[in-house]
């Protein structure tokens, strides 16, 4: 490789990099805003085993993190626009929806100058969305705990040191 490949190769990484960072500091900002509407949400629901409830609060939790995920095809879109990749907006968020997702349609390609961004950005995608499926899984698993919690707590109406009836 000669040194103007070498510079070509280290800017297409470097620039691959930076987007993927961006995208992992938008990602935590989705999750960020995602747990804190779980935590500061009405919990009486849940503690009823209320269905409908738990299926309101995880189409939200997944709507805050695939906002997040739009921002992230936004992002590469927009370097690949800045770049001079695609001339087109729409053209660029949809090849980057591909490779984000891990298609590889292959519909559209990338100049070879430029191809090394396609698999940085797949293993970007591949990164956050199992990133959003491990959130997603916890949310679940809160639920599943505050319902076994209060399955297993004991009764508050009885007197401090009074036996259950029957005992």
Not at 61 to 76: E, T, V, Y
């Amino acid at each position: 490789m000669t040194g103007h490949a070498w510079g070509e190769f280290a800017l297409t990484l470097t620039l691959g990099s930076s987007v993927t960072l961006i995208n992992l500091a938008i990602q935590l900002w989705a999750i960020k805003h995602m747990l804190a509407y779980v935590r500061h949400r009405d919990n009486s629901d849940l503690l009823d085993g209320n269905r409908r409830h738990e299926i309101k609060v995880l189409a939200i939790c997944i709507g805050f993190l695939f906002l997040g995920h739009l921002l992230q095809f936004a992002s590469w879109a927009t370097l690949f626009l800045a770049i001079g990749e695609f001339q087109s907006a729409s053209v660029a968020f949809y090849h980057s929806a591909v490779n984000f997702t891990s298609l590889g349609y292959g519909d559209i390609v990338m100049s070879p100058r430029w191809r090394l961004l396609g698999p940085l950005e797949a293993a970007n995608g591949v990164l956050m969305l199992g990133l959003t499926a491990g959130v997603v899984l916890s949310v679940m698993s809160e639920f599943k705990s505050h319902q076994t919690q209060h399955v297993f707590d004991p009764p508050q109406s009885r007197a401090p040191g009074e036996q259950p009836p029957g005992q």
